[in-house]
């Protein structure tokens, strides 16, 4: 089994301050591969860095093989690398149907003349591609259909937030789907439902899922391998069992139990 | 929790009641538009377009159409740069001129160029394109303030240059024979006699054929740009001017968004260009001044930023309030409804905003009979008022049939009801127009409404007071401060414009 993402020797630098150090992992395609560690361990940072927001100083991040450090965001996104924030990011003044529908920006197969002369094609990729955000939405069960399409998205509870930014990150047809902190401020009953969610997203439509998570009950019920960062290094790698009993884990947690 | 309501949490509930009051002119707006389709709405402005030159043949109405026409071109243009992709563009102004100037080059004698026009225009339209891409190329990689800055130099360089390019040395051209140097642009005395449009051997001389032209271009621009909007690439700058981090994550090319969406506006404001040098016969570099941003970019803000029927309204109130406001009788019709109106928006009840009219035309009798009485033949005649009655221009014709059919006793109240001191007006005004600031500032303080209503009787009759014989004789002053108040205090009410969404921003 080849590696979906291979993150070698990565470095980042905030000013002199080293947020990630030397960082290596492999993720593997169809699993999922945890990341978790106290706040402040890089986890985010790690994110942006695979997703184009920010360049390692150093390092290379290889995606199916190839290298997209250097690339745009965007085009990270376009060769199939989405994400979620963990301070939500949603257009939310769009409706929701809008927000999934406008992730699909680079798959749409219509032209400036399709546009302006309204030309059947239009249509048909218009339909089609709204068809496909009421599934994606649908995969939430009813929380996210009918009359919600058109209701913009500052209507919605902070757990269909959430939710709605997983739809919008499945709309740009990924391979990989990084979620940063998912069941973050969601209730227990949520959080439960958020954790089979994600087993589903793996299981049926066969995403590889790069999981930051603080809640240890979803990190352990459903990754594939889990790897534990503190002050941007890497501590402790391996099943979920493994990793928690290790001693510099268990330390590491306690130790900054505060955050 | 009821299934309709999940996920509306108090916060939301309460921001959508409030929603609900703010937006009644929008709804008033969109919810008569959504019935109609959009070749409706369309076809709907163009009759109403054409019904200005059946309505009237005066030329100056119809002056004032064409140029609303213009206007509202240009801020559809600019409305897609600022309101949909959410660029501070401060050099719209020079896309619009360089459109000008190419139409003089390639229709005048003075290059001895005569194109015709269905090639003249839509190459210039797709030349604007183009330099707005080139100027948007480096520039775009600049936010915010940057980008202002450098998009203002470049209108003010436009400006310069058309005005000094007088005397060039065009020597080092190879290929090019010249004696001495060249005048490239004429300076300040522009470039005149220029073709006048002509279409399959149609010629528009008149400027009523020129009105109808725009107006025409205007329906197809909005068109355009309403089907831009309802597409990937309208869902992609909204998107972008939302969270511009969020929509580049989600795919959406950011940079080359912008960039489009500038050139577009660009193009738009050269097709503009051409239409307004065509029908002006000449093109001069004063034409293209920083008046005409700030013009356009309140026909923008006014109506809305994003709304395409808000640009439409933006230019009607831009364009012909400040002509109607040269006239001082309208602009004191004007104040007058505009006063009435402000209080109905502002006393809940609003029947009682019919008591305190009552009120303050009371005070003014009793203060007009006191004085009287106390120094008779020190009261000078309305100025304004008095001539509201007798002669109207035809537009308005029904008004003072109206004020014709009043009884006589009620025409004396209205003419007589404010107590016009003799002496020094100016310095009278001056002390009426202090007072009135702290009436003002004491009435918004006040939550209660009897006593706001106590408050607001001598405030109305102070402001009545102030604009009779301080402002209603100052034409040029009145105007500008006219639209400055409106502006002012239309964004207090409307920061999001008159037909514009509220946008929400909470984390
Ligand atoms: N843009 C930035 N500039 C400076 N410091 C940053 C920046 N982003 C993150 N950091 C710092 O990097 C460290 C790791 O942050 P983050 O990746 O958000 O942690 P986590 O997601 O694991 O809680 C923190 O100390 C944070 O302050
Ligand atoms: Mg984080």
Same mark, same amino acid.
């Given at each position: 089994?080849?590696?979906?993402?291979?993150?070698?020797?990565?470095?980042?630098?905030?000013?002199? *301050?080293?947020?990630?150090?030397?960082?290596?992992?492999?993720?593997?395609?169809?699993? #999922? $591969?945890?990341?978790?560690?106290?706040?402040?361990?890089?986890?985010? %940072?790690?994110?942006?860095?695979?997703?184009?927001?920010?360049?390692?100083?150093?390092?290379? #991040?290889?995606?199916?093989?190839?290298?997209?450090?250097?690339?745009?965001?965007? @085009?990270? $996104?376009?060769?199939?690398?989405? =994400? %979620? &924030?963990? %301070?939500?990011?949603?257009?939310?003044?769009?409706?929701?149907?809008?927000?999934?529908?406008?992730?699909?920006?680079?798959?749409?197969?219509?032209?400036?003349?399709?546009? /302006? &002369? =309204?030309?059947?094609?239009?249509?048909?990729?218009?339909?089609?591609?709204?068809?496909?955000?009421?599934?994606?939405?649908? &995969?939430?069960?009813? =929380?996210?259909?009918?009359?919600?399409?058109?209701?913009?998205?500052?209507?919605?509870?902070?757990?269909?937030?959430?939710? *709605?930014?997983?739809?919008?990150?499945?709309?740009?047809?990924?391979?990989?789907?990084?979620?940063?902190?998912?069941?973050?401020?969601?209730?227990?009953? @949520? $959080? *439960?439902? /958020?954790?089979?969610?994600?087993?589903?997203?793996?299981?049926?439509?066969?995403?590889t899922i790069i999981l930051i998570e603080h809640d240890m009950s979803v990190v352990g019920g459903i990754s594939d391998h889990v790897i534990v960062l503190d002050h941007g290094e890497k501590i402790a790698e391996g099943d979920f069992e493994d990793v928690v009993t290790d001693e510099r884990v268990v330390e590491a947690y306690l130790g900054r139990k505060s955050s | 929790m009821t299934e309709q309501r999940i996920g509306t949490d108090e916060w939301v509930e309460q921001h959508e009641a409030r929603l609900a009051t703010q937006s009644e002119l929008r709804e008033l707006v969109y919810g008569f538009g959504e019935q109609l389709p959009l070749w409706g709405r369309l076809g709907l402005l163009l009759l109403i377009g054409l019904f200005v030159p059946v309505l009237t043949s005066n030329p100056f109405h119809i002056r004032i159409a064409a140029t609303i026409a213009l206007m509202a071109t240009l801020g559809v243009g600019l409305n897609v740069v600022v309101g949909y992709a959410g660029l501070l563009d401060l050099g719209f102004v020079a896309f619009y001129g360089i459109g000008a100037y190419a139409y003089a080059y390639l229709s005048s004698d003075f290059t001895g160029v005569h194109l015709p026009t269905l090639l003249t225009i839509p190459l210039i339209t797709v030349l604007g394109a183009v330099v707005g891409f080139l100027l948007g190329l480096p520039s775009l990689r600049l936010v915010g303030d940057y980008l202002a800055i450098v998009t203002l130099a470049f209108g003010q360089i436009f400006v310069q240059l058309m005005t000094s390019l007088t005397r060039v040395d065009l020597s080092w051209v190879p290929f090019l024979t010249t004696d001495g140097p060249v005048n490239l642009t004429r300076g300040p005395n522009g470039i005149i006699e220029l073709d006048s449009i002509s279409i399959f051997g149609f010629v528009a001389d008149t400027l009523t054929e020129n009105y109808i032209i725009r107006l025409v271009v205007l329906i197809l621009v909005l068109l355009f740009v309403h089907h831009l909007n309802n597409s990937r690439l309208g869902r992609a700058w909204r998107a972008m001017r939302e969270d511009e981090l969020a929509a580049e994550a989600m795919g959406m090319p950011t940079r080359l968004l912008k960039l489009q969406a500038f050139a577009i506006g660009a193009a738009i404001a050269a097709l503009a260009g051409t239409l307004f040098a065509a029908e002006q016969k000449a093109v001069f570099p004063a034409n293209f001044d920083v008046t005409l941003l700030i013009t356009l970019y309140g026909v923008v803000v006014l109506g809305g930023l994003g709304s395409l029927p808000g640009v439409l309204l933006g230019a009607v109130i831009m364009i012909a309030v400040p002509e109607i406001l040269r006239d001082i009788e309208l602009a004191s019709l004007l104040f007058y409804v505009g006063s009435v109106v402000a209080l109905i928006g502002l006393i809940k009840p609003r029947r009682l905003v019919g008591l305190l009219l009552l009120n303050v035309a009371i005070i003014g009798l009793l203060v007009q009979v006191i004085a009287e009485s106390i120094w008779p033949d020190s009261l000078a005649e309305l100025p304004s008022v008095a001539s509201v009655f007798p002669e109207f221009s035809v537009s308005i014709r029904f008004v003072t049939a109206i004020i014709d059919s009043l009884p006589e006793i009620v025409t004396s109240i209205v003419r007589n009801w404010l107590a016009i001191p003799v002496g020094n007006q100016e310095l009278i005004g001056n002390i009426a127009l202090a007072i009135l600031i702290v009436l003002i500032l004491i009435a918004s303080r006040i939550k209660q409404t009897t006593q706001l209503l106590i408050t607001l009787v001598p405030t109305m009759y102070l402001l009545a007071l102030v604009w009779e014989i301080r402002l209603s004789g100052q034409e040029s002053v009145t105007r500008l401060i006219f639209v400055g108040v409106v502006l002012i205090v239309l964004m207090i009410y409307r920061p999001h414009g008159l037909l514009g969404t509220q946008r929400i921003e909470i984390v």
């Open positions: 089994m080849s590696a979906q993402l291979e993150l070698k020797h990565i470095n980042k630098n905030f000013g002199g *301050l080293r947020v990630i150090n030397d960082l290596s992992f492999v993720a593997q395609p169809g699993q #999922i $591969t945890s990341l978790i560690g106290p706040n402040g361990a890089g986890k985010t %940072t790690l994110l942006n860095l695979i997703s184009g927001i920010y360049q390692p100083d150093d390092g290379d #991040i290889l995606f199916d093989g190839v290298s997209i450090v250097g690339l745009e965001p965007h @085009e990270i $996104t376009q060769r199939g690398i989405a =994400r %979620t &924030f963990q %301070t939500l990011r949603l257009f939310l003044n769009m409706s929701i149907i809008e927000n999934v529908m406008s992730a699909s920006f680079s798959r749409a197969q219509m032209n400036l003349i399709d546009i /302006v &002369f =309204r030309t059947p094609r239009f249509r048909r990729e218009e339909q089609r591609l709204r068809n496909e955000a009421e599934e994606k939405l649908g &995969f939430f069960g009813s =929380r996210l259909v009918g009359y919600r399409f058109d209701q913009p998205a500052y209507s919605l509870s902070y757990a269909n937030r959430r939710r *709605l930014e997983i739809a919008r990150a499945m709309m740009t047809n990924p391979k990989i789907l990084l979620l940063d902190e998912p069941a973050a401020g969601m209730n227990p009953n @949520e $959080t *439960l439902e /958020v954790t089979a969610l994600i087993g589903q997203l793996r299981d049926e439509a066969g995403y | -």
